[in-house]
């Protein structure tokens, strides 16, 4: 089975930085993009940043200029600086991998940012 599992998340000051990992073990195949989410508390879950195999990136507007999202080369391993954070950013960082056989989901990381 597919297990998914980020890390990196923590408390931070308004101004920090953290880099979150995510890591995808068993048997993945057939990838066709990696992504991070977030979902902060009475708000839907929504897209941070996402990059597909066809080499396209896509940033929520909120992070654009702040967050990367960067990749290991066999595509197992993604990992999203964060930068300039602000109390906004804060919320469960969910990791995703979009494959052939279907969409796998980390358990989340919290990221608190305080003012």
């Known amino acids: 089975q597919v297990q998914v599992v980020e890390s990196g998340g923590g408390l931070v000051q308004d101004g920090g930085f953290l880099r979150l990992s995510c890591a995808a073990s068993?048997?993945?195949?057939?990838?066709?993009?990696v992504g991070w989410y977030r979902q902060a508390p009475d708000k839907q879950r929504e897209l941070v940043a996402r990059?597909?195999?066809?080499?396209?990136?896509d940033y929520a507007d909120s992070v654009k200029g702040r967050f990367t999202i960067s990749r290991a080369n066999a595509w197992k391993t993604v990992y999203l600086q964060m930068n300039s954070l602000k109390p906004d950013d804060t919320a469960v960082y969910y990791c995703?991998?979009?494959?052939?056989?279907?969409?796998?989901w980390g358990q989340g990381t919290q990221v608190t940012v305080s003012s």
């Open positions: 990059l597909t195999n066809g080499s396209n990136i």
């Open positions: 995703n991998f979009a494959t052939t056989r279907g969409s796998f």
């Open positions: 068993g048997y993945i195949v057939g990838i066709s993009a």
